[in-house]
């Protein structure tokens, strides 16, 4: 059965500090990965999609980047966090065998001070 | 107009009721459509896919209306554990599959 893995569960970072969130899928190949974020008491934010490795299609505008070095490894990064990048980093995967159902990852927890 | 709309809510209801979700969705192309209920500080988790002729899992039943780009969730006899946001989600496929989240809707039930 496929498995979807996130860490760290919850993270506090400095204003200013680099943030590396790393999210692996195990049990299927080649899927499509996201990268979403929530903000407290909000709707999910789609950041990053990619359809293999090495691609990588960006949502909304931002400092954070996204990089896919493995076809089930999706890494989510930032060189310096803002205040506004707290919220709840959610990693999820799809294939389109199953009508792109998503299936998500536990989620990270970040609060940036 | 956003690309899918639900009441917020908050729905507060007592045990044993019956409540029905709402969602409409902008694009008349959308191909898949699905509910997830999200419980507090948790992950989003899929609640059952909707089919065009409407499907029934237990105490919960979908129902997909594309003329009107309508989608309905309907839970009978609600439980305890029925509290969480639920989730209308659809796929509008373009040059790239996209998957569109719904702001949710807040479900409590109380005793």
């Not at chain 1, 070095?69 to 966090?81: C, E, G, M």
């Not at chain 2, 209308?88 to 809707?105: A, E, H, Q, R």
Request: glycine content about 8%; overall charge positive; charged content about 15%.
């Amino acid at each position: 059965s496929q498995t979807i893995h996130q860490w760290p569960a919850t993270l506090v970072q400095p204003v200013g500090s680099p943030l590396s969130l790393e999210c692996t899928v195990e049990g299927t190949s080649n899927p499509n990965l996201y990268w979403y974020r929530q903000a407290a008491g909000r709707g999910l934010q789609l950041l990053f999609y990619s359809v293999g490795i090495g691609q990588i299609s960006s949502e909304v505008p931002q400092n954070l980047s996204a990089s896919r070095p493995q076809d089930r490894q999706f890494i989510l990064s930032s060189k310096k966090l803002l205040l506004s990048d707290s919220g709840f980093y959610l990693c999820a995967w799809s294939v389109w065998v199953r009508g792109e159902t998503q299936y998500f990852g536990p989620g990270t927890r970040l609060l940036v001070l | 107009r956003k690309e899918v709309e639900q009441d917020p809510g908050p729905f507060n209801v007592p045990e044993g009721a019956t409540v029905a979700f709402n969602c409409t969705y902008s694009n008349s192309a959308s191909q898949s459509f699905f509910w997830y209920r999200q419980d507090c500080r948790k992950e989003p988790k899929l609640l059952m896919s909707v089919y065009s002729s409407g499907n029934e899992d237990g105490r919960f039943t979908a129902q997909l209306n594309r003329a009107s780009q309508y989608i309905s969730l309907l839970i009978r006899d609600s439980k305890l554990s029925d509290s969480a946001t639920y989730l209308c989600v659809v796929n509008s496929k373009t040059s790239y599959d996209k998957v569109i989240f719904g702001p949710g809707t807040s479900l409590s039930v109380i005793p």
